[in-house]
């Protein structure tokens, strides 16, 4: 039977703690595209029910970002 070393079982605990970091970040990041999405047809309906609906299209299909 072997045992754990000290060395081996920081590897483990150190890659799953790498894991749950990613998947964090990774959730985090989802829901702040999320939110931005969710204010981008936000302000596009109130556009839209102002009459706008040009510029609500260009809000919608990211027309004003310069860099995406």
């Keep these: 039977m072997?045992?754990?070393?000290?060395?081996s079982f920081y590897n483990?605990?150190?890659k799953l703690c790498v894991v749950l970091?990613?998947?964090l970040i990774a959730f985090?990041?989802?829901m702040i595209?999320?939110?931005?999405s969710a204010g981008?047809?936000?302000a596009a309906r109130e556009l839209a029910n102002m009459g706008r609906l040009e510029?609500?299209?260009?809000l919608i299909l990211?027309?004003?970002e310069k860099d995406v």
């Design 2 to 7: 072997t045992s754990i070393t000290h060395t």
């Design 12 to 14: 483990v605990t150190c």
């Design 21 to 23: 970091r990613n998947a």
């Design 28 to 30: 985090f990041v989802g």
């Design 33 to 36: 595209a999320l939110g931005e």
């Design 40 to 42: 981008r047809a936000r």
């Design 55 to 58: 510029e609500a299209k260009a």
């Design 62 to 64: 990211r027309r004003d």
